[in-house]
């Protein structure tokens, strides 16, 4: 068990690191894009590492997970993946916890007449000190009571910001990334991959958002109401003070890149993705009578298709 442990954590640190620098690679002007590659990276982390090639023909590198392999691996691993087990049980404990603190904190908020194209639901409440976003199936903007006393186009521009991230589903997305942060808390290509989604992800509500005033109020905006009050990993919040600057400079920036670095860059990331998904696919984790019964096979496909009289006119 300890040997299949550790070929998971490799295959998946394999395809995070590759999917985090493929998104990276995108031009910065393409915030959707970079969001859509780590979503494809934190979502495929569940599925693509673990499938088998859809062809022939490439090699493949089989791990050997049963009980002469944990022998070979050392007692120190075996406490390693204990103690990785441990942690991640602690960890999704936690976000139980948050899950149950958004549903209590959404419940008990108070109503609003606020109705911003009919599909979210807006409240307020005192527990918070900005707004915020959560849930997915039936997502919920949640405001501080200060909200009420703002300027209407403050008022606006938040509420843009707000159902932009419940149209992109965020909530889920939050959720999944906290799933991903728990399994893999040791893992820094996981909270990599996870952060650029985070902040893409605010970089298009950003933009949504902008076309409701001017840009120089809304970064005035930001500024305003960044919070430093911890929030549950998938409870989206309008203005974290962490990275807050790189928001606001995004959302300023010009610079533009050359029609050929961007071909470039673009063939780049596709290069990267195309070799994560090969990569993942050609390592399998596999018991050691599975690999002994195609070991077999395939000397008896060679057997056969070999010439039983080599040289003969």
């Known amino acids: 068990m300890t040997a299949c442990w550790i070929a998971i954590a490799l295959k998946a640190t394999l395809w995070a690191a590759l999917m985090s620098t493929a998104a990276l690679v995108v031009p910065v002007q393409h915030p959707q894009a970079r969001r859509r590659f780590a979503l494809l990276g934190m979502w495929g982390l569940w599925v693509l590492p673990w499938l088998p090639l859809p062809w022939q023909g490439l090699p493949t590198a089989s791990i050997d997970v049963g009980t002469d392999s944990i022998a070979q691996v050392g007692w120190w691993w075996q406490i390693l993946t204990a103690v990785w087990a ?5 960890l999704l404990l936690r976000v139980v916890n948050d899950v149950a603190g958004i549903l209590r904190m959404v419940r008990q908020a108070e109503k609003s007449t606020l109705n911003h194209g009919g599909a979210v639901e807006v409240r307020f409440t005192a527990e918070i000190e900005g ?22 186009g403050t008022l606006r521009a938040t509420l843009r910001h707000e159902c932009q991230h419940a149209r992109q589903m965020d909530g889920l997305h939050r959720f999944c990334a906290a799933l991903v942060r728990a399994c893999f808390w040791w893992n820094p290509a996981m909270h990599v991959l996870c952060g650029i989604y985070e902040a893409e992800s605010e970089v298009c509500c950003d933009e949504a958002a902008a076309t409701a005033c001017s840009r120089r109020e809304y970064g005035e905006m930001l500024l ?69 019964g195609i070991s077999l096979k395939q000397e008896a496909k060679l057997r056969l298709n070999a010439d039983p009289f080599p040289g003969a006119p």
Do not use: K, N, Y
């Not at 976003?133 to 909200?147: F, H, I, K, N, Q």
């Not at 600057?245 to 995004?250: D, E, H």
């Not at 029609?259 to 696919?281: E, F, G, K, Y």
């Open 86 to 90: 441990i942690g991640s049980l602690v």
């Open 224 to 292: 305003a109401h960044a919070t430093l009050m911890p929030m549950p990993a998938f409870a989206v919040s309008f203005a974290r003070r962490s990275g807050l600057r790189v928001r606001i400079q995004r959302l300023f920036a010009t610079r533009r890149d050359s029609r050929w670095l961007l071909s470039a860059r673009w063939l780049t990331a596709l290069a990267l993705i195309i070799s994560a998904a090969v990569l993942m696919a050609s390592i399998r984790v596999m018991p050691p009578e599975l690999v002994q």
């Open 131 to 152: 707004p915020c976003m959560t849930g997915w199936l039936r997502p919920c903007v949640l405001l501080p009571l200060s909200a009420a006393s703002w300027p209407e």
